[in-house]
């Protein structure tokens, strides 16, 4: 069964400073993995989208890096910004049966 | 302009009663899905849908019932049976496969 981890739980960094979110997941047959925000008693925003193809994605000034051989990705921040608060799930697709599995998710704090 | 939405953003619920969840989306996408959301534990799948007139069960389906009659919607009932429905309750859909998914806005459920 695949289960899917995000360390740290929550992270809290000085505004301007780069940072990494980690995910990795059980099983490296995967379709896709997805990067989602979400603010606070609000939905999920799609942030970036890594075929299993792919190695890598990026918008702005996000990141997503893809290794299916061990298990793993990371979302890097560049220059984070208060506006960057907010929880960031990772969630992988697998199996024909196209459903998202999800970590629980790191809370992020950018302090000003 | 494209997207899901959610109704109601808030829900509550007697003891007893059943009470229905609205998803609809104008995306054009095959595949609808049900998420629970609880503190802590991540989100979690309650159903999900890749076609019309058909459904499959999640991880979490027990005191829950679905229907998908039109590709646009994918109503939720949460029925008396589900003993804790307390929850932010998210709706997604997506092209199926490994294509991105997008959510709406919640509805937020509380027993009274």
Redo the contacts between chains.
């Keep these: 069964k695949q289960e899917v981890t995000q360390i740290p739980a929550a992270l809290s960094v000085p505004e301007g400073e780069n940072l990494v979110l980690n995910c990795s997941f059980t099983d490296s047959a995967i ?2 993995l ?1 990067w ?1 925000r979400q603010d606070p ?6 942030l970036l ?1 890594i ?2 193809s792919q190695r890598e994605q990026t918008s702005g000034r996000l990141n997503a890096s893809l290794d299916k051989s061990s298990g793993r990705s990371t979302l890097y921040i560049a220059a984070s910004q208060p506006g960057d608060s907010a929880t960031y ?1 990772c ?1 992988v ?1 697998g199996g024909a ?9 790191t809370l992020l704090a950018v302090q000003p | 302009d494209g997207g899901i939405t959610q109704s109601p953003k808030y829900l509550f619920r007697k003891e007893g009663q059943n009470v229905t969840l609205s998803c609809e989306q104008n995306l054009n996408h095959d595949a609808m899905y049900w998420y629970r959301q609880d503190p802590g534990q991540g989100l979690r799948l309650i159903y999900y849908s890749q076609i019309v007139n058909d459904f499959q069960k999640g991880d979490i389906a027990e005191g829950y019932s679905v229907s998908r009659e039109k590709k646009e919607s994918f109503p939720l009932t949460v029925t008396s049976a589900q003993k804790n429905p307390t929850a932010f309750y998210l709706c997604a859909s997506s092209w199926g496969g490994s294509t991105e998914a997008f959510f709406g806005q919640g509805t937020r459920l509380t027993v009274v």
């Design positions: 379709y896709n997805q989602f008693g609000k939905g999920l925003t799609s989208l075929q299993s799930l969630a697709v049966t196209n459903k998202l599995i999800f970590g629980t998710g």
